[in-house]
């Protein structure tokens, strides 16, 4: 069964900085992944996904992803950090025909005025 | 319009009680699922249906029991509950076409059990 490790729990960063997040998958054949951001007290939005075709993915709120299959890895980015981009993100492998999504455990990211 | 709406939003029960929470999508969608995050933010699958056919059953208690009247509905009744089932649970739906498709999310519903 297909898995993701998201390595950094709690991440720091100050408003305006750059931002990466690190997801790295585990699956025999092609994945299609995904981004989530959940703020407090809400639900998992779609941030970006990944299903084929150029590895760079674009996503809402100024997001991006780069999908590395020699690394197993879809990090998501962001140029410049806004307050409001405080929240919970979850990196997300999905496989098969049977929409089996599997999320790794979570990136918080607070933002330092 | 609420695409994905589950209720209530927060449900506090005793022990041992029965309780059911309650989803449906207005997306088309032929596939919902039960998620259940714990206090860590962890998220795990617990049900899949598509089209009213269970597909994934990850290993959960037999408490935990989906009802699916529909394609639009997902039910999830849980008997005898316990402290450990606190949690929020998460309902969700997608379109199943080749491959996974991304899946959109209720709000979730707050269980405590005290």
Known sequence: AQSVTQPDIHITVSEGASLELRCNYSYGATPYLF???????QGLQLLLKYFSGDTLVQGIKGFEAEFKRSQSSFNLRKPSVHWSDAAEYFC???????????FGAGTRLTVKP | DTAVSQTPKYLVTQMGNDKSIKCEQNLGHDTMYWY????????KIMFSYNNKELIINETVPNRFSPKSPDKAHLNLHINSLELGDSAVYFCASSQRRQ???EAFFGQGTRLTVV
């Open chain 1, 35 to 41: 981004w989530y951001v959940q703020s407090p007290g």
């Open chain 1, 92 to 102: 997300a492998v999905g496989a098969g025909n049977n929409n089996d999504m599997r």
């Open chain 2, 36 to 43: 259940k995050q714990d206090s860590k933010k962890f998220l």
């Open chain 2, 99 to 101: 491959g996974t498709s």
